[in-house]
Nanobody, 126 residues
Framework: QLQLVESGGGLVQPGGSLRLSCAASGFTLDYYAIGWFRQAPGKEREGVSCISSSGGRTNYADSVKGRFTISRDNAKNTVYLRMSSLKPEDTAVYYC???????????????????WGQGTQVTVSS
């Protein structure tokens, strides 16, 4: 059974850092593009970042550019989202998603993805 599991969320003070992990089971991520999304209470789901299957292409939302870094370790079947200089407005449930897409492509559109994790809560507060 194909499954994505996010971890690494928690409570952090403004200006702090967290690293989220998205681990796959039941399939290998080698041929999958991965996206990170977030949803705050009362708001629509937002595409935060994505990475192509090769890792050669990454995209970021303007709101996180320069603060977040997406990466992947296919040997560990895991994708990461390193978040730095966190702000209260980064508070949300963060989800990873996967779609089989070989090559230099990824998308921050949620419609593009087939498999989703259950989410991990990130709270930025003093």
């Amino acid at each position: 059974q194909l499954q994505l599991v996010e971890s690494g969320g928690g409570l952090v003070q403004p200006g702090g850092s967290l690293r989220l992990s998205c681990a796959a089971s039941g399939f290998t991520l080698d041929y999958y593009a991965i996206g990170w999304f977030r949803q705050a209470p009362g708001k629509e789901r937002e595409g935060v970042s994505c990475i192509s299957s090769s890792g050669g292409r990454t995209n970021y939302a303007d709101s996180v550019k320069g603060r977040f870094t997406i990466s992947r370790d296919n040997a560990k079947n895991t994708v990461y989202l390193r978040m730095s200089s966190l702000k209260p407005e980064d508070t949300a449930v963060y989800y990873c998603a996967a779609v089989r897409a070989i090559g230099y492509v990824c998308s921050q559109g949620s419609y593009w993805y087939d498999y989703w994790g259950q989410g991990t809560q990130v709270t930025v507060s003093s």
